[in-house]
């Protein structure tokens, strides 16, 4: 009986039961791809349309009106302790933080996957430079290395990207150097070699072609803590300078008001777990997609 | 001795990374816009003090002397000199070093204590109502803001329920267990979503490897398997998925200190910040650096005390 059915497991069964699983899966992953899309895109449009969904001032100060409860006439998620509506400042603040991560993303993607191709298709000392770089920042602490260096270049949006963007490209450097590395003596490029095309475009359309699926599923991976780092960097104090909105900085100025105002931490914190998710859900589904392949 | 080979080749692989280390720490008072010793002292400091400051850090001198005598002053055990506290950079961070270690180790145990069951339930059947839960909840808790949820947990857990220590630390094993454990959940819940992960997958190859086939042949029952078996066979992962993930832990530890209070290196460097004390934060950074270096080593060791197969490439 046990032999008869281990048999029958190696057939045809396991071949009908791995198809199974992997339309289950595949399904899982367009769900989570399409969940996740949709959460980001319904923040990008509002972000965007900010002054026309709430034609509030998101800096202007109104202090005898400030503190008022969620549910407030003309202040739906309430007001803070300056009087700001506090939905008007969320929405700006996805503007800002939204915006912020995506130049944070995709300049570090572009510029490690470039050197960390060029490092893993040349080899050598270039390898070996580029590969003690990048063991030396992966040494320091995220997080320790982004507020060291905010802290020295000066606050600002684009010190922020410029920080995000020396801390993070090694990551995408590491990854494409390693697929390069394997890829290069694959046939299709000893062939695309024999038949004379030059380095760059070998690079460009043959390889980068090819591996360039997973730095972008790690891209999306990487935006959920991209997005946590910028808004702990404005809740310390070192994000996007006032008063223009951020979530980070907004819980922070309600956090002497936790007890008796609660609303005011939590909404723009929810925001974030929202963003987070999204991303999640996208990096998710594109890694399930990837795995399947 | 085999270990003892493998202990020396490690430690000599660290050397050009601590070397770097120092190199990106040394170059970051260059990165300051202008004159770093005028944007530390204010723009009201007289000339003369400026100059002071210029020749104390010895930025009056060519570059590679300069970072000579950083490596010489360094390898002298001396970190530099706190301008807001007028003391040793070192002295004042070796202060601080207890708290932040207890933070990382308590949030580490944690987050493994979390981790290791939840992925090894996932793990039992793959695709599975019980795996897609744990995904779930993986994917979730990777987007959780730390400093927001450790807002939430005071406001609940010590404000509402009067458990636990809003905020500070308390002396004594006890008072620090008892203290340190919000702030270490709030760490853990950010490590738990990674390390599941990477476990589940590394769970799911041990499980297809030919001596778990043998020993289900052998006629073992799954709970043996699993206790016997997998679990040991986890542990080596574990332990790598916890290193490559301590930067990320002593990161979470620096926003967290604040949140909380703790007063450990995270909260001395965030001072300097405010302060413009360029040597002290460049001295925390290093310290951090080395840390994470450290425990990398320690991580692999071991890894190797825990599976013979390993060695250093």
Known sequence: MSISSSLSRTGVAAWYERRSRRRRSSRGADASLAIGVAIIGIMMLAALLAGVLSPADPIRQDIPNALAPPGTDGHPLGTDALGRDVLTRMLYAARTDLFVAVGAVLLPLAIGVAVGTIAGYRGGIVDRVVTGVV???????????????????????PTIIVAVTLVSWVSYARLARDLVRRERSMDYVLAAKVSGLPTRRILGRHILR??????????????????????????????????????????????????????????????????????????????????AQ | ???????????????PVLLGVTLVVFVLIHLVPGDPAQTALGARATPDAVDALHSQWGLDQPLHEQYLLFMERLLGGDLGTSLRFGQSAGDLIAARLPVTLWLIAYAAVLACLFAVPLALWAASRPAALRDRVVRVISVVGLGVPGFWLGLVLIEVVSVNWLLLPAAGVEPGLLGHLESLFLPSLTIAAGMTPLIVRSLRTEVLRVTESDFVTTARAKGLTPHQIRMRHLLRNALAPSVTVLTVNVSFLIGGTLVIERVFGLGGLGDLMLTGIDARDFPLVQAVTLVLAVLVVIVNILGDLAQALIDPRVEVQ
């Not at chain 1, 920042?137 to 000066?154: D, K, S």
């Not at chain 2, 080979?5 to 692989?13: D, E, G, K, P």
């Open chain 1, 135 to 157: 063991n030396v920042v992966f040494a320091f602490p995220v997080m320790v290395l982004l507020i060291a260096l905010v802290f020295i270049l000066g606050p600002g949006i």
């Open chain 1, 210 to 291: 090819n591996i360039i699926a997973q730095p972008v599923t790690f891209a999306m991976s990487d935006a959920v803590a991209i997005i946590l780092f910028i808004t702990a960097l404005g809740f310390l104090g070192l994000g996007v300078p006032p008063p223009a909105p951020d979530w980070g900085t907004m819980i922070a100025d309600a956090q002497p008001y936790f007890t008796t105002h609660w609303w005011l931490a939590v909404f723009p914190g929810l925001a974030i777990c929202a963003a987070g998710l999204g991303l999640s859900l996208i990096a998710d589904g594109l890694s399930q997609k990837w795995n």
């Open chain 2, 1 to 15: 001795m085999a270990f003892a080979r493998f202990f020396a080749s490690r430690l000599l692989q660290a050397v």
